[in-house]
Each structure stands twice: as C-alpha cells, then as structure tokens.
C-alpha cells in the first residue's frame, strides 16, 4: 500500500505544479500590474483543456498503457518548462500564456492516465480513502511548491532558474515512472479485457455514453460535483484579492495565502482520509458543508474593515486558513465519492466515467472563477460575497436532503471497513 501511495502523491504532486502558477502566482502578478479583476479572471480560460479530457479519456484508455502515457506526459511538461524558462513574462506575455496552455493540455491527458492507474490499484474503502488523500495532498503540495514558492522567491532566483528547477523536477518523476513496480501488478490485471471493451464501443459511442450514465448514482454525483465548489471557488479566488487591494502587499499575500493557507488545505485533505476511516463519508460531508458555511459568513463580514490594522491582518490569515482547511477536507470527501461511484462502472469504461465525473468537476469551478472577477467589478465584493454565501449554503442544503433522502443516504448507513 505504501508504494501505492508514493506512486500516487508524486504524480499528483507534479500535476498539481501548472495549477500553482496560474492560481497562486499570475493573479497578483497581474494585479499588481494594474489589471481588472475582469482580465485577471478570463485567465481562468488557460485551464480550458482540462474541460475536454473526456473527449481523449477514450484514446488513453484504448491506446498504450498507463505507464506509456504518464512517462509522455510528464517529459512532454519538462519540455514545457525548458520552454517557459526562456521567456520573459513582461516581455513575451503571450508566449507564457501559451506555455501554461500547453501544460495545461499535457497535465489533463496525465490525470486521466494517473486517475485509471488509481481505479485499478486501490482496492477496499480504506485503501480508497488513503489513495485519494494522497491524491489531493499530492496536487496541493505542488501547487504550493509551484505557486507559493515561485512568488515568495522569484526576486531572488528569477524566472528562468525556477522554470529550469521545474524541468529538473519533471524528468525525475518521468525517470521514477518508467521503472515503477507498482504498475505491473494490479493495475494490468483485467487490462486486456477492458481494451477490448472500449473498442467494441468506439464503433457506437453513444453505448460509452449510455454505459456512464447508467452507473449507480451517477446523475446526483454529476450534478454534485458541478455545484459544490461554486461559492467557495468565488470567496478563494476575489478574497486574496480584495486583502492585496486594501491590507497586504504581493509577498505578504504570496506567504500567508500561497504557502500557510494551502498548508492548512493540505492539513484538511489529510485529515479527511483519516476521517473516513473512522466515520461514514454522509455524516462528513454534511457537517462539513454547514461548517464551511459558517466560515463564509465570517469572511463576508471582513469585507467591511477596509483600514488596514494588525487585527484585520490575523482575521484575514484566520479566515483563509479554515477556508482552505475545510476545503481541503471537502475535496477528498468529494474525490473519494467518485471513485467509489466510479468503482461500480464496467471496468472497460472506469477512467472514462471517472474522467467525465472530473470533468465536470473542473467546469463547474473554471466557469464560476472566470466570472467571478467581473461579478465583483460589476456589484462590488459586499454583493457579490452574499452571492457566494447563498450558493454555499446551497450546497450544504443539497448534501444534507442526498444524505437523508437520495444518493448519500446508502453510504451514511454504512459503517467503515
């Protein structure tokens, strides 16, 4: 199980590196540039890649093997940054953008290749719990590596040096895969079959499709994983902002957000692993969702305190810690919901649906950040944080009727194996 794990975290940790740089780095830069929150949210549209994966979930999942594209993927992202770390952002902003476009792309074919290997390897409600703690942790911890430390350091070692750092960091990973035991065993088990599963298919597409919904409890997590995040992903993004405008310098914001803050999401996201094996994932999730939104109605009334002071500086820095806190913990509840929905799927089709499910996951979040911005500009952030709040709410709502009425009321039963 352990190497199960470390296969698992690296992957997700160098995955989690592109996230990094556009979520924690290019806002503040951009703002501290003089950019709307407008411009700096259509940003957002850098991640567009990840909302097409499942058009080539297919191909990865007829085509090669897993071990094949996850070697691919994350040498083609060494590229990538070899090719960043020639550029100046000040100078070649357009080249950047299309940079991170491209390991966007390149990070969004290695999830479906590393998300099947997770499918196929973690077997058993602990082992699912464990794996997809190591799964967000993972993809936190290097967005911290990429995001927090390239803000906090990139005056002194600069862009280049820290893209060529990435480089280093990717060819190692891609050296690390390509001889890893874990691959041989678990995950090839069935492989021949399922291949010949998704090819059959391929002639009528719709069957993948009908196959999908059909899994149990597929429609209620697909409306779930759209709508979760939609108020908290709108109080993460325009948050740090509003603290940069009015209470904190880029550093500072860089420090206390890109690195203490995602700490603590990290913290969460472990936490949530260890949770589960103690308590039934429904019971988690709803007083989870109710505590997440209590944390909202306290950040919204931060919004008032406009002169800067060291109180509102250590509200701020409380208020981001247990946000991100309980957000970690929300998406590994949420993560290990998938997977076990995806587990019921036909194994021809379990990185596709799992693939789909993330997709949507995804969508959900980039189209709420991308508006986010211009909400603000348009309503202010008094406005346009009741509206988070109310979608928090929301949500918590939806969790806490599935867990007495529909989808989550079968795993709230069950008790931990």
């Known amino acids: ?63 090669g093997t897993k071990r094949l594209w996850l070697v691919a993927t994350v040498s083609g992202l060494a590229l990538t940054c070899l090719s960043s770390a020639a550029l100046s952002p000040e100078a070649h902003i357009w080249g950047v953008a299309g940079t991170l476009l491209a390991m966007n792309a390149l990070a969004s074919v290695q999830d479906i290749a590393v998300d099947g ?16 703690t190591a799964q967000v942790v993972g993809y936190k911890a290097g967005s911290v590596f990429a995001g927090g430390g390239l803000l906090a350091v990139i005056d002194v070692a600069g862009w280049g040096p820290m893209f060529m750092l990435l480089a280093f960091v990717y060819f190692g990973v891609a050296l690390f895969v390509w001889g890893a035991p874990v691959l041989d065993d678990e995950l090839l088990k069935g492989q021949a079959e399922g291949r010949r599963g998704v090819q059959s298919d391929a002639v009528h597409p719709w069957r993948v499709w009908r196959k999908l919904l059909s899994v149990p409890g597929t429609p209620w997590t697909m409306i779930y994983v759209l709508t979760y995040k939609l108020g908290e992903q709108g109080a993460v993004t325009m948050f740090p902002l509003f603290l940069l405008d009015n209470h904190m310098t880029a550093r500072e914001l860089g420090f206390w957000n890109g690195v203490i803050a995602m700490g603590f999401s990290i913290c969460g996201s472990s936490l949530g692993g260890l949770l589960l094996s103690q308590f039934s994932i429904g019971s988690l999730m709803r007083r989870v969702f109710v505590m997440r939104t209590v944390s909202m109605v306290f950040q919204s009334s931060l919004l008032t305190v406009l002169e800067p002071s060291p109180l509102m500086k250590v509200m701020a820095v409380l208020s981001l810690s247990v946000q991100h806190f309980l957000g970690g ?89």
């Not at 997977?339 to 189209?367: I, W």
């Open 1 to 63: 199980m352990n190497d199960k794990l470390v296969f698992l975290g690296l992957l997700y940790f160098v995955q989690g590196i592109p996230y990094g740089l556009q979520s924690s780095l290019l806002p503040v830069y951009l703002r501290g540039a003089g950019h709307s929150l407008t411009r700096i949210g259509l940003t957002k549209i850098l991640y567009f890649p990840w909302v097409l994966k499942v058009l080539w979930a297919p191909l990865v999942d007829r085509v």
């Open 329 to 417: 913990l929300i998406t590994t509840l949420t993560f290990t919901t998938m997977m076990h929905c995806t587990q019921r799927a036909e194994e021809s089709v379990q990185a596709t649906h799992y693939s789909f499910l993330s997709t949507l996951e995804v969508l959900g979040k980039l189209m709420f950040s991308a508006l986010a911005g211009g909400l603000v500009d348009w309503v202010g952030y008094p406005t346009a944080f009741l509206l988070f709040l109310v979608l928090s709410a929301g949500t918590a709502l939806h969790v806490w009727r599935a867990t007495d009425t529909g989808a989550l009321r079968e795993q709230l039963k069950e008790q931990p194996k």
């Open 117 to 132: 290997a997770a499918v196929g390897l973690l077997k058993g409600r602990s082992e699912l719990g464990l794996g997809n």
